[in-house]
C-alpha cells in the first residue's frame, strides 16, 4: 500500500511556478541544467587581465577558454557594450612587443609559451582595427604591393582579393622591401622579400624572383606575430614599424627573427596578410560570428537573456495628440540623441539663470574633464601610442592638453593609416570664450560641443570623429 501511494504522488504532474523571474536572476536562462555539468567539471585555472590604467582583475576560467570568452566575461562582470571590438591583448614588456589574441586561440595554450624571464601581460582593451580589412580591404592591401597568380585577371576587384586569401587554390603575392636584423647581429640589412602560401622568403639578389635566388626566411605555424610597441628604442630599428616573429616555446629574444617596414602602411600590409595566411577562413568565421568560441556549449560564449524590465521598455513619441510607439531603431535613436542635447541645453540654461558668469566660465573650461576621450597631461607621443593601441581606422581619436602651449588643446585623429594632429585654439570675444579648429570660423562654447559637432560633420578635418580612446578600468 505504502509503494501504491508513492507511486501515485510521482505521478502527479508538477505545477510550474508563474513568477520564475522572483525566484531566480535573468541570467539562469544562460547557466542551465544541462550545461552546468559539463562546465563545472572542467579544470580551471586563474589568469591575471590588466586594463589600460594597469588596474588588474583575476578571473578563474575554465582551462579550454578563448580570449573571445574572456572579453565576453569581461564585458558581462563590467556592464560595458559590447561592439565586437573588445580584444585580449599580450604584451611582453622587457621585449617592448605585443599582440591582439585571436579570438579564438585559447589563452592557456598562450600562457604556456611564456618563458619565465620575460614579463609578460594580458590586457584589456579595445581595437577597431581587429577585422576592419574585412570592411575595406582596398586599405590594407595597395596595389604597389600585391600580385595575383597569371591565370587571374589582373583587374580583380579588392573585395576578390579576400576570397583569394580565404581560398585554398590561389594566394596572392605581396612583395616589396622589408629591413631585417641579422641573426646575431645588431645590424639591419634591406633585402625584398615576398609572402607566399609556403612561408615569407628573401631575394638574395635585388628584386629577382627567381627560385635560385629566394632564400626562406619563417613561416608561421609554430610561432606568432609580434608589433614592435617601443620602435627604435630597444631593437635599434632604422624606423618605428618594426615586427616580429616569436617562435613557440622559444628561449627569448635570440630567436626572434625581427623585421621592420618604411611606413605604416607597408607594415599593415604585411602583418594582415600573415595574418590571413595563418589563420585563413578561421579569421573570418570570427568576424562573422564574434560570440561562438571553442567549446558551443559553454555560458561565457553566449549572449545573456534580458531582464523582463529591460524588455518591457521601448522608445515613446509623445509630441503629438496621441502618444505613439517608436518601432524604427535609427528614429529611435535619433530621437534619444535629440533628448539628450535638449537636456543638456536646458541644463546650461538653468546653470546661466542661477549661476555667476565667473563659475560659468570656470566650469565651461573644466567640463570637459570628465568626458572619456579627454587625456589631461599626456604627450604626443603617448597620444600616438594610445591611438596605434586602439587600432589604426579612420575616426579613433582624443583630445589632450597641447604641451608647446598651455592655453590651447589637441585633437589627435587617426586617418588613412596616420595619425595627425590639429590644434584646438581658444578665442575670446565680447567677453565670451570660444574654441575654435579653423581660426574662428567654426566656433564652440566648450569642448564637449565641438566634439559633438565633429562626430556628425567632417568639417575640416579629413574623416569625422567615431571612436574615441579611454582608459578603462577592471
Given amino acids: 500500500n505504502r509503494r501504491k501511494k508513492d507511486d501515485s504522488i510521482l505521478e502527479i504532474p508538477s505545477i510550474p511556478n508563474p513568477f520564475p523571474e522572483l525566484c531566480c536572476s535573468p541570467f539562469a536562462s544562460v547557466l542551465s541544467a544541462s550545461l552546468l555539468p559539463k562546465a563545472t567539471s572542467r579544470k580551471k585555472q586563474v589568469i591575471k587581465v590588466y586594463s589600460e590604467d594597469d588596474t588588474s582583475r583575476a578571473l578563474e576560467v ?10 565576453q566575461l569581461l564585458i558581462l562582470k ?32 598562450v600562457q604556456s609559451n611564456w618563458v619565465m624571464e620575460e614579463e609578460t601581460k594580458l590586457y584589456f582593451r579595445k581595437n577597431y582595427a581587429k577585422y576592419e580589412f574585412f570592411k575595406n580591404p582596398l586599405n590594407f592591401f595597395p596595389d604597389h604591393m600585391i600580385s595575383f597568380p597569371s591565370e587571374t585577371n589582373a583587374a580583380l576587384s579588392h573585395s576578390g582579393i579576400l576570397q583569394m586569401f580565404l581560398g585554398s587554390s590561389t594566394y596572392p603575392e605581396i612583395h616589396g622591401y622589408l629591413h631585417a636584423k641579422e641573426q646575431g647581429k645588431k645590424s639591419w640589412k634591406k633585402m625584398y622579400f615576398l609572402l607566399r602560401r609556403s612561408g615569407l622568403y628573401f631575394s638574395t639578389k635585388g628584386t629577382s624572383k627567381e627560385p635560385r635566388h629566394l632564400q626562406f626566411f619563417c613561416e608561421f605555424s609554430n610561432s606568432d606575430m609580434y608589433m614592435s610597441l617601443t620602435g ?30 618604411d611606413d605604416e602602411q607597408s607594415r599593415t600590409c604585411w602583418m594582415t596578410a600573415i595574418r590571413l595566411l595563418k589563420y585563413g577562413m578561421q579569421l573570418y568565421q570570427n568576424y562573422m560570428q564574434p560570440y561562438h568560441g571553442r567549446s558551443g556549449c559553454s555560458p561565457l560564449n553566449l549572449t545573456p537573456m534580458r531582464s523582463i524590465s529591460e524588455n518591457s ?23 534619444a540623441v535629440e533628448e539628450g542635447l535638449a537636456w543638456r541645453r536646458r541644463g546650461c540654461l538653468r546653470l546661466n539663470s542661477h549661476g555667476s558668469p565667473i563659475a560659468m566660465s570656470s566650469m565651461g573650461m573644466s567640463i570637459h574633464r570628465s568626458q572619456s576621450w579627454f587625456h589631461h597631461k599626456i ?12 587600432g589604426l581606422v579612420d575616426g579613433v581619436f582624443l583630445v589632450r592638453d597641447s604641451q608647446s602651449n598651455p592655453k590651447t588643446f589637441v585633437l589627435s585623429l587617426s586617418h588613412g593609416l596616420k595619425i595627425k594632429h590639429f590644434q584646438i585654439v581658444p578665442l575670446e570675444d565680447d567677453g565670451k570664450l570660444f574654441y575654435t579648429l579653423d581660426d574662428g570660423h567654426t566656433r564652440f562654447t566648450d ?12 568639417g575640416v578635418l579629413p574623416c569625422k570623429l567615431k571612436h574615441y580612446c579611454a582608459r578603462i578600468a577592471l
Fill in 447 to 458: 569642448l564637449i560641443q565641438l566634439v559633438e559637432f565633429y562626430q556628425l560633420n567632417k
Fill in 313 to 335: 521598455l521601448v522608445a515613446m513619441d509623445f509630441s503629438g495628440h496621441r502618444s505613439r510607439i517608436i518601432e524604427n531603431p535609427t528614429e529611435a535613436l535619433s530621437v
Fill in 62 to 71: 575554465p582551462s579550454d577558454i578563448t580570449a573571445r570568452d574572456v572579453c
Fill in 232 to 261: 627604435k628604442k630597444i631593437s635599434g630599428a632604422p624606423t618605428n614599424y618594426g615586427f616580429c616573429f616569436k617562435p613557440n616555446k622559444s628561449g627569448g629574444t635570440r630567436d626572434l627573427k625581427q623585421l621592420c617596414a
Fill in 379 to 390: 604627450s604626443r607621443e603617448e597620444a600616438q601610442r594610445l591611438i596605434l593601441q586602439h
Fill in 78 to 109: 563590467n556592464h560595458y557594450i559590447d561592439d565586437h571590438s573588445w580584444t585580449l591583448f599580450e604584451q611582453l614588456t622587457h621585449t617592448g612587443l605585443g599582440r591582439a589574441i585571436e579570438d579564438h586561440e585559447l589563452v592557456m595554450e
